[in-house]
């Protein structure tokens, strides 16, 4: 009898621990959040808004995960006043980018990000489309905690431009993996 309810138990533990092996391995989701430029983008354009898609790569009970996000951000601009004459500058941006991902396996999953990206830009100045339109490749990095299928987290981007010069914006996102 001992032996039949021991059996039982390695049985249940035997399967309930192999449930994990049948977990999805490619997820895909949909993210959205407020978009925060820095450094002297922010002294042009306020805080936007930002939106994209996602596909993760994540092995059960593996903490390495890969993951690649297309996203789209808007920062309206600020109004300057260059001599005399006042100019708003605003900017749709949008990245593609390619990450590694590290997490903890817990019920409630830390992990930190970071990778790399190609960025473009178009900004409209004064109401003019394109008046400007930038493409460039650039570095990520970030933290999140993730609950099941929802997730949040806070990136940092730094984007270079032409002339040895930067760009960074961070972006707090939230989305929903299925």
Do not use: C
């Amino acid at each position: 009898m001992k032996y039949v309810r021991l059996g039982t138990i390695a049985l249940a533990a035997l399967v309930l621990g192999a449930a994990p092996a049948h977990a999805q391995f490619v997820h895909f989701g949909l993210t959205g959040g407020m978009t925060f430029p820095t450094g002297d983008q922010a002294d042009a354009q306020n805080k936007g808004y930002n939106g994209g898609v996602l596909v993760a790569f994540q092995a059960p009970m593996v903490p390495f995960g890969l993951r690649a996000d297309v996203s789209l951000h808007h920062f309206p601009g600020k109004d300057t006043n260059v001599g005399g004459t006042t100019i708003n500058a605003s900017t749709n941006m949008w990245m593609t980018t390619a990450n590694v991902t590290y997490g903890l396996p817990l019920p409630i999953k830390p992990y930190v990000i970071a990778g790399m990206g190609y960025y473009g830009s178009v900004t409209t100045v004064n109401g003019v489309p394109g008046s400007t339109n930038d493409k460039s490749f650039g570095i990520n990095g970030g933290i999140g905690v993730q609950f099941t299928k929802l997730f949040m987290e806070a990136r940092w981007h730094r984007i270079n431009g032409d002339n040895n010069t930067t760009s960074t914006i961070m972006p707090l996102t939230v989305g929903f993996m299925f």
